[in-house]
């Protein structure tokens, strides 16, 4: 496939009325990567506006979780808990993204507590 942006496209893994999202790779460190475009070459305002909401909620997220890695982990009470990332078209949210990111905390960590006394009382 052409090579865009920089990057070795490998193939295509979503396609949007707006956007197109791409698995490719970094040509010189052949790390993997996903790649979200917009078509238009001149998004209207409401286009770019929905893209960057998408961009902000995906990376709180993806910062909570690395926040919360450690508790992700296995350990001798439970296995690990695995988190499935499939980021799809997400609406406009009128929010305040701090917030957003300590609801998505908090969820991972009351399913954590969940887990573990789940996981010690099937033992006992």
Known sequence: MPNRTGYQINSTLHEG??????QTQKPKTQQRVI???LKNEYPTLEAFT???NEYQIQQGFDSTLLILEHRLKADHNRPAITIIKHYT????????LGQLNQVFM???????????RFSTSQMS
């Open 17 to 22: 009325i707006q956007t197109i999202i791409y």
């Open 35 to 37: 790649l979200k475009l």
């Open 50 to 52: 929905r893209i960057k």
């Open 89 to 96: 078209d997400i609406p406009l949210v009128k929010c305040y």
């Open 106 to 116: 908090n969820i991972l960590m009351n399913f954590d507590s969940f887990s573990r």
